[in-house]
């Protein structure tokens, strides 16, 4: 599945990086998945195609920038029927 399309990059127009730095508990605009772990993304820059996000199911629940292409490359999928809501209703 494509991840980068023209209606994900209309997604993030208003959440550029590092635009939610003040926040304490992040708006969430994405959903991303695979069999191993899940990403919730934050923030996204469309010319570098890197998001910054926080990723589940790991050892450690933890932010980080994502080079989409490559995970995208990997078979990480998007959760087109996700709604945007606040980091700690996803985390619950």
Known sequence: ?????????????????????????????????????TWYLVEYNSIEKIAFGYATETATDEGAFLPLIELEANGLKWDKAYIPRRLSECLK
Do not use: C, G, H, R
């Not at 997604?11 to 069999?35: C, G, H, R, T, V």
């Open 1 to 37: 599945m494509k991840l980068i399309t023209d209606e994900f990059e209309t997604l993030f127009k208003d959440y550029p990086l590092n635009s939610q730095d003040k926040e304490s508990d992040f708006l969430i605009i994405a959903k991303l998945f695979n069999d191993s772990v």
